[in-house]
Every structure is written in structure tokens, then in C-alpha cells.
């Protein structure tokens, strides 16, 4: 079945103490986003990654960091986690991110909680 | 990219057919428009794309006038289920191929 897996699906944590959000898909998709969803903001996007070895800033990157080293993954790094990073997050995939707008696949979502 | 605007919600009830507008002045040559679907606590999911004129599928329309400027998702008949938050995209491209979702339109629908 295609689709994006996010682990952890829930997670609370302490402020500063390193954490991990892993994202895969299996449809062999080169367009990779983070997207985190606050109350009354809606979508914002974090960081996105066109293909391996490429990532760029989305429109609120502070405090965040990715990887893409594989096709396949996109790991959310919160190195120092902070209370005003408490949010809902989704990891989405597209087939590229060309001129049409290809269809962005949707993770579960991980809640995070930074106490 | 595209800037798109919006009603920031929506009250109908079940049974009727409900239109949600989209207003993107600048949209490019190039862009496609995309609607999403999201319902609380899951990811978006895909609704409906088009470019001009009409699109339908076994969910909802697209009605594009021929200036592109706007772009209306119409829900035919919807049910307690179509209760979710709407949103518009106009292209992926731009010079930094960010995506910019925006706040949707929370449409809520009644009994």
C-alpha cells in the first residue's frame, strides 16, 4: 500500500532534550516536506527536500533540522527542543515538485508536546 | 507563488450543495489548482486539480472561470462527514519551490 509513515505518532518530551520525528515513503517520490499545524495558523511548511542531498528552508524552519540521505526518509531533527515547538507535525511526499501541482501525500501526523 | 485568499469558514447543512471560492489574482501561467481536504487530527488528502474550465470527479467539482483568477470547489449534497477544513493551492512552483497551504476554509456542516 503507498503511503507515509511517521514515527512517533505522539510524543512528549522536555524542553532541550534532543529529539528524532522519522518519515518514510515507499512511492519512490523525490519531493519531501515538513509541514507543522497550529491552531488558527493552519499549514505552515518547515523544510521541504527536492531530491537526496537536497533540503531547503521552508517558511518556518528555526529550531528544526532535516536530512535526506535516502530517497525513502526525511527525518525531523529537533535539536533543543522548546515549548513553542508543541504542535501538531505531518511529513508529506509528492512525485516531484515540478510545475504542476502534484499531489502532496499525507503522513498521520506526530503530536509533539515540549513541556 | 500564488497568493490565495480564502473564507476563513462555512456553515451548510446536510443535503446541500455547498461552494467554496478561491480567489488567486496572480496565478501564473503555469499553475495548477489544487484542493485539499482535512479532517481533525489527520494529514490532508487530495480532493480535486484542475487548470481551466470544469473538472469533476466522484467527490467534488472545479469551476475555473476563464481569467483563472478564481477557482470555486463545489460539494454536491454533502453529509455530517464533509464536516473538515478546505484548502486551496494554486501551483508548487516558484522560485524556491516552497508550499504555502494557508488557513483553509473550516466548512462545518449542520443536521
Known amino acids: 500500500e503507498a503511503q507515509v509513515t511517521q514515527n512517533p505518532r505522539y510524543l512528549i518530551t522536555v524542553t532541550g532534550k534532543k529529539l528524532t520525528v522519522t518519515c518514510s515513503q515507499n512511492?519512490?517520490?523525490?519531493?519531501m516536506s515538513w509541514y507543522r499545524q497550529d491552531p488558527g495558523l493552519g499549514l505552515r511548511q518547515i523544510y521541504y527536500?527536492?531530491?537526496?542531498?537536497?533540503?531547503d528552508k521552508g517558511d518556518v524552519p528555526e529550531g528544526y533540522k532535516v536530512s535526506r540521505k535516502e530517497k525513502r526518509n526525511f527525518p525531523l531533527i529537533l535539536e533543543s527542543p522548546s515549548p513553542n515547538q508543541t504542535s501538531l507535525y505531518f511529513c508529506?511526499?509528492?512525485?516531484?515538485?515540478?510545475?504542476?501541482?502534484?499531489?502532496?501525500?499525507f503522513g498521520p501526523g506526530t503530536r509533539l508536546t515540549v513541556l | 507563488l500564488a497568493k490565495t485568499t480564502q473564507p476563513i469558514s462555512m456553515d451548510s447543512y446536510e443535503g446541500q450543495e455547498v461552494n467554496i471560492t478561491c480567489s488567486h489574482n496572480?496565478?501564473?501561467?503555469?499553475?495548477?489548482i489544487t484542493w485539499y481536504q482535512q479532517f481533525p487530527s489527520q494529514g490532508p488528502r487530495f480532493i480535486i486539480q484542475?487548470?481551466?474550465t470544469k473538472v469533476t470527479n466522484e467527490v467534488a467539482s472545479l469551476f475555473i472561470p476563464a481569467d483563472r483568477k478564481s477557482s470555486t470547489l463545489s460539494l454536491p449534497r454533502v453529509s455530517l462527514s464533509d464536516t473538515a477544513v478546505y484548502y486551496c493551492?494554486?501551483?508548487?512552483?516558484?522560485?524556491?519551490?516552497?508550499?504555502?497551504f494557508g488557513k483553509g476554509t473550516r466548512l462545518h456542516i449542520l443536521p
Open positions: 508529506a511526499s509528492s512525485r516531484t515538485s515540478g510545475v504542476r501541482a502534484d499531489t502532496q501525500y
Open positions: 512511492m519512490n517520490h523525490e519531493y
Open positions: 527536500s527536492m531530491n537526496v542531498e537536497v533540503t
Open positions: 496572480n496565478i501564473a501561467t503555469n499553475d495548477y
Open positions: 484542475g487548470y481551466k
Open positions: 493551492l494554486v501551483g508548487v512552483m516558484n522560485r524556491d519551490d516552497k508550499i504555502i
